[in-house]
């Protein structure tokens, strides 16, 4: 299977020679829908490569861009997305030909188009089992993104040197209202924890952060059920809602489009919510998680004008799906 390479420019401004796609990109392909950031409202997100295993998902949470990105394969009578997993043989050639031809260790996004542990219960060879085999070895590592809770084979095999677990989680009041079929906040941490524990990289995205009443005290709060565990993450993601025109067209409960800013025109990656409400919601919470001494903390998809308002400096982007 061919494997495809480009010359990329990277956010620090060098360029570099990366693999762009395996095959024709169903299986392995690099993001590259952000260009390199120079207008005020292009947002920031370096280009990590997707494993594109498969689609959809079984939590159906209000603000998730897949109800835009499939929208002509959910149910209609619920407007789930339901999960597809495509075919195995395609996803080994695939990544036995990126294993041959890469030498430099790359890391693979599991939980781009679907989550990463939806797989777990498959028969007879759940997903993690089979694309952990297959990368044994290799100086590769799969980011497995998830909202779930089962970890039983994570803790049954040892994959340390090629698994990364990565939790998107939310303040409870927002999971309740708008992930009402995610497994609850505490439950996600709790599952973070055990791995944590048995030696895994963890990492965790607080995303989106919706400015609901008294916010700051509310994510703060959360951030403390953190620091009670005892859990701490390689790293952390911050985000706020991107309102991608798709998105907003195809979501069933759209409650949470009050709190996008729809009269200061658009990002590159959708509507957010306030600009001014943005800047206070990171610089209020990257404050808080330097408290408990997180010191990799990362910005998702927000815009050149809010980095450079913020002060910080993309060149060093530590964010979720990149080494």
Same mark, same amino acid.
């Given at each position: 299977?061919?494997?495809?390479?480009? $010359?990329?420019?990277?956010?620090?401004?060098?360029?570099?020679?990366?693999?762009?796609?395996?095959?024709n /990109?169903?299986?392995?392909? $690099?993001?590259?829908?952000? #260009?390199?950031?120079?207008?005020?409202n292009?947002?920031?997100?370096?280009?990590?490569?997707?494993l594109?295993?498969?689609?959809?998902c079984? *939590?159906?949470?209000?603000?998730? *861009?897949?109800?835009?990105?499939?929208?002509?394969?959910?149910?209609?009578?619920?407007?789930?997305?339901?999960?597809?997993?495509?075919?195995?043989?395609?996803?080994?050639?695939?990544?036995e030909?990126?294993?041959?031809?890469?030498?430099e260790?790359?890391?693979?996004?599991?939980?781009?188009?679907?989550?990463?542990?939806?797989?777990?219960?498959?028969?007879?060879?759940?997903?993690?089992?089979?694309?952990? /085999?297959?990368?044994?070895?290799? #100086?590769?590592?799969?980011?497995?993104?998830?909202?779930?809770?089962?970890?039983?084979?994570?803790?049954?095999?040892?994959?340390?040197?090629?698994?990364?677990?990565?939790?998107? +989680?939310?303040?409870?009041?927002?999971? &309740? !209202?708008?992930?009402?079929?995610?497994?609850?906040?505490?439950? &996600?941490?709790?599952?973070?924890?055990? +791995?944590?524990d048995?030696?895994?990289?963890?990492?965790? &995205?607080?995303?989106?952060?919706?400015? +609901?009443?008294?916010?700051?005290?509310?994510y703060? &709060?959360?951030?403390?059920?953190?620091?009670?565990?005892?859990?701490?993450p390689?790293?952390?993601?911050?985000?706020?809602? $991107?309102?991608?025109?798709? @998105?907003?067209?195809?979501?069933?409960?759209?409650?949470?489009?009050?709190?996008?800013?729809? !009269?200061?025109?658009?990002?590159?990656?959708? *509507?957010?919510?306030?600009f001014?409400?943005?800047?206070?919601? %990171?610089?209020?919470?990257?404050?808080?998680?330097?408290? %408990?001494?997180?010191?990799?903390? /990362?910005?998702?998809?927000?815009?050149?004008?809010?980095?450079? @308002?913020? /002060?910080?400096?993309?060149?060093?982007?530590?964010?979720?799906c990149?080494?």
């Amino acid at each position: 299977m061919l494997v495809k390479w480009k $010359r990329y420019r990277l956010l620090d401004g060098s360029e570099k020679h990366l693999v762009q796609q395996v095959g024709n /990109g169903s299986i392995i392909r $690099r993001f590259e829908k952000t #260009p390199y950031p120079e207008k005020p409202n292009d947002v920031i997100c370096p280009h990590f490569l997707e494993l594109a295993w498969s689609w959809g998902c079984p *939590y159906d949470c209000s603000f998730c *861009y897949l109800k835009g990105t499939f929208r002509f394969s959910k149910d209609e009578r619920t407007g789930r997305i339901l999960p597809h997993f495509k075919d195995r043989d395609k996803i080994k050639k695939a990544c036995e030909a990126f294993i041959y031809e890469v030498q430099e260790p790359e890391i693979l996004n599991a939980g781009e188009l679907s989550d990463s542990l939806m797989g777990e219960n498959l028969s007879p060879v759940p997903w993690s089992v089979f694309i952990q /085999g297959i990368f044994e070895g290799s #100086p590769h590592r799969i980011l497995h993104l998830t909202k779930g809770e089962n970890v039983k084979n994570f803790l049954e095999h040892d994959w340390r040197k090629n698994a990364i677990l990565s939790w998107s +989680v939310n303040e409870p009041e927002v999971s &309740r !209202t708008w992930e009402k079929l995610a497994p609850d906040p505490f439950k &996600r941490l709790d599952a973070a924890k055990k +791995v944590s524990d048995f030696g895994y990289e963890v990492r965790l &995205r607080i995303d989106p952060i919706v400015p +609901v009443m008294n916010f700051k005290q509310k994510y703060r &709060r959360f951030i403390d059920e953190i620091g009670k565990r005892n859990l701490q993450p390689e790293r952390i993601t911050l985000g706020t809602l $991107r309102g991608l025109l798709s @998105t907003l067209a195809h979501t069933q409960n759209h409650s949470w489009k009050s709190f996008l800013n729809r !009269t200061s025109g658009m990002s590159s990656w959708g *509507y957010k919510p306030r600009f001014e409400a943005r800047v206070e919601v %990171y610089q209020g919470l990257m404050e808080y998680l330097r408290q %408990y001494g997180v010191a990799k903390i /990362g910005i998702c998809k927000d815009t050149l004008k809010l980095w450079e @308002t913020l /002060g910080l400096e993309f060149s060093g982007i530590t964010c979720n799906c990149i080494i």
